[in-house]
């Protein structure tokens, strides 16, 4: 029984380990574990984790409130399936197919629902990507409820609106099965009794891993109502979470005393992984209960529960629901750091003060294995998560209901991480008071497990020749990858290490891992009128293997460097392909592109470079590895990789080099040694020569 919703709790690790010693410890309600007979008959199939999935990008909200529902009041219905696109052996979605699933007189559904508790889970992907779950009779939203990668099963709650005609939309940008159970309405109403959300400080309610431990395959863990939860109080707003699994299974949470429903909450699909899910759980005066198909860890926080009929008539804690609308996408501009905190604010969306926000809350290029942990603002940080990964590079969706304050909404990482907020609607009622008078820095550090691919010909072969100039490349995990006479497309020629290289697309292709960066300092050896495609190229070839900022350094243009395969100057055509970059980024097309001027930085620099104006001397080498560095820091908004001087201050954040030409003396700054003399990599067999290269003079 998946149902939709909240909180997402747990701490997630502090790196990319996969251990359930980082996620909180607190002493536990007392729970009951009941045998429960054979496994389920209703799992979702299971596979491999692969690669990343994308978020949609989609619009910045604008600062008026968004048309929504009447305020709404919960009621619990029993677990129902809406979707199961398996059925009948049906088609798996895709990115050109959408689905209007009718909700009207289905699964108790009661009259005047506006809004559904939602299960959604997505199983058998082909590729990576996302779904999305929207009222039916409106345009699909950019928007995403759950992310997965190839062959991975993932489940998130969800509180979506209905259409005016009862109807939900859905969709999947990849090819996809998707499942959807309800757990819950949402009925239009001016005040209740039962049904309305009540928020509290984040309560611990189970956690196995303390005492009690693994639960036993296919047995069922009771969990009371907490001291403070009246005996008639209809849901309770938990996450669910799971640490270190031992393989694929699946778990079902549902009132005490009710026939387990088949669906399920939360699934794991291999071995170590941390999975949550925030969801809104209907309970009885016994509490409720979690099944677990495989015997694992199990951890339950609460953030809040549903009045029942013993409460009073109030308009406070109803829900208001809207079509999916962005809150916040730090990607266009910084992340939340390591150990960093963001504020939000609601009012953007909805256009006053309320009591708490119901939203998908997604990580995506995670640093490593972490959590988010979103609360109100201005007020002490709750030991408990929202959203949690358990790798680098992962896209993690995860739903939660959050309270705000008199200042909004905060969203602590501890691992690093960009964040899309996704707002489903929010509930009445005035936001908590602040106890802090400032909020939460959100300091830059550098990401060193960034990786950077560096890809060059016979001018960033440069650094690799002159070896210590390599101390300058600083701020991220640099791999080197420069040849003498390589090509951007097409057959390089033999360089001058007595070896012809892959093209620049073809060694990229050859990556057997993904990339967060690729800087592009090659060209010098093609002709600019296959310029335009061969740019193309090697920018597909860098986003396929995942890279997220391609660095385009430009040519130099006022130099009397010859093209080993047109046999003339080459000014006119570095001035030609510089034009082509600046007009294909320009176009919009290329927003992942960067491009960072070498040829304004390095104007003046005559002692950077041997006489053909390109190639570099061993300032020249500093010099680019020092100026590399400090580009991909600047693009991150991270501290400077090394003063401008020797001695002086670290800029937070980096300004951008291009900014300050000709402030740097390489050399000094990275204690080079100008006696160094170039040391090649000959031969097939690359074995070492070092000596000084009288083609690379001043």
């Known amino acids: 029984m998946i149902a939709a919703f909240r ?39 299971l596979g491999a984790v692969s690669t990343i999935a994308p978020v949609p990008l989609g619009g910045v909200p604008s600062a008026s409130a968004a048309p929504s529902s009447a305020p709404s009041a919960f009621v619990p219905v029993t677990p ?16 050109d197919t959408t689905v209007v699933v009718p909700t009207l007189g289905r699964c108790g559904i009661p009259a005047g629902t506006t809004a559904l508790a939602l299960s959604v889970t997505v199983t058998q992907p082909l590729a990576a990507g996302f779904a999305t779950v929207w009222p039916g009779d409106v345009s699909r939203p950019t928007t ?31 090819s996809a099965h998707v499942v959807i159970d309800v757990t ?38 009771t969990v009371p109502l907490p001291p403070g939860v009246p005996a008639d109080a209809t849901a309770l707003a938990v996450t669910i979470a799971t640490s270190d699994s031992r393989g694929a299974g699946f778990f079902t949470a549902y009132p005490s005393g009710a026939q387990r429903p088949l669906s399920s909450t939360l699934n794991t699909d291999g071995l170590g992984q941390v999975r949550a899910t925030g969801q809104i759980v209907p309970v009885t005066a016994g509490g409720f209960e979690i099944f677990s198909q495989a015997g694992e860890h199990l951890i339950v926080d609460m953030a809040g529960w549903f009045t029942g009929p013993s409460a009073p008539w109030s308009n406070a804690g109803l829900f208001v629901p809207t079509t999916p609308r962005r809150l916040v996408d730090t990607r266009p501009a910084l992340p939340v750091f390591p150990g960093g905190t963001i504020e939000l604010d609601p009012r953007t969306i909805t256009g006053g003060p309320v009591a708490a926000i119901a939203a998908n809350w997604t990580l995506t290029g995670t640093w490593r294995g972490g959590y988010v942990t979103a609360y109100p603002s201005r007020t002490d940080r709750p030991l408990a998560s929202t959203a949690n990964a358990d790798r680098r590079r992962q896209d993690v969706a995860q739903f939660g209901i959050v309270p705000t304050s008199a200042a909004g909404v905060a969203a602590f990482a501890n691992a690093g991480t960009e964040l899309v907020v996704d707002v ?41 020749w002159y070896t210590n100039s390599r101390q300058a490349l600083r701020g991220s995990s640099f791999v080197l990858d420069a040849e003498s006479c390589r090509r951007l497309v097409g057959a390089s020629c033999r360089g001058r290490e007595g070896r012809t290289p892959p093209n620049a697309v073809s060694a990229i292709d050859a990556l057997t891992a993904p990339v967060d960066v690729v800087v592009v300092m090659t060209g010098y050896n093609d002709w600019h009128a296959s310029f335009s495609d061969a740019f193309d190229q090697v920018v597909a070839a860098a986003r396929n293997k995942g890279a997220q900022r ?9 130099v009397g460097y010859n093209n080993p395969s047109n046999g003339g100057a080459q000014a006119e055509s570095f001035r030609i392909q510089n034009s082509i970059l600046r007009e294909k980024v320009a176009s ?14 390095t104007e003046g620099r005559t002692d950077w470079f041997t006489s053909d104006g390109v190639h570099f001397t061993i300032r020249g080498a500093y010099g680019a590895a020092d100026y590399i560095s400090r580009v991909v820091s600047s693009l991150h908004g991270e501290p400077c990789p090394a003063p401008w001087t020797p001695g002086g201050s670290i800029d937070t954040p980096c300004p951008s080099p291009d900014t300050r030409p000709g402030v740097v003396d390489p050399v000094a700054l990275h204690a080079g040694n100008l006696g160094d003399v170039h040391c090649y990599q000959v031969g097939v067999d690359r074995h070492v020569e070092c000596r000084t290269d009288p083609k690379l003079a001043l």
Do not use: H, K
């Open 80 to 95: 129902c399936r809406l979707l199961d696109t398996r059925d009948g052996g049906g088609a798996r979605l895709s990115g």
């Open 184 to 221: 819950g309405a949402f009925v239009a109403t001016s005040d209740a009794t039962a049904g309305r959300f009540v928020p509290t400080v984040p309560t611990r309610l189970l956690d196995t891993r303390e005492g009690a431990g693994r639960p036993a395959p296919g047995s069922s863990v």
């Open 550 to 558: 391609i660095v385009w350094l430009t040519y130099r243009e006022d």
């Open 7 to 45: 909180l997402q709790r747990r701490r997630n690790r502090a790196d990319g380990e996969r251990s359930a010693r980082d996620l909180p410890r607190s002493t536990p309600v007392s729970t009951t574990v009941s045998t429960v007979a054979s496994a389920v008959a209703c799992a979702v199939v």
């Open 424 to 464: 489903t609607g929010w509930f009445t009622g005035a936001p908590m008071a602040t106890t802090a008078s400032s909020p939460a820095p959100n300091t830059p550090v550098a990401d060193t497990d960034r990786r950077v691919y560096l890809i060059g010909d016979s001018t960033l072969a440069g650094v690799r």
């Open 144 to 174: 995403s409820t759950i992310n997965y990668a190839p062959g991975e099963t993932r489940a998130n709650g969800a509180i979506i609106a209905t259409g005016a005609d009862g109807t939900l939309g859905v969709a999947s940008s990849a």
């Open 588 to 601: 919009g097309a290329y927003g992942d592109v960067v491009i960072a001027d070498w040829d304004a930085y």
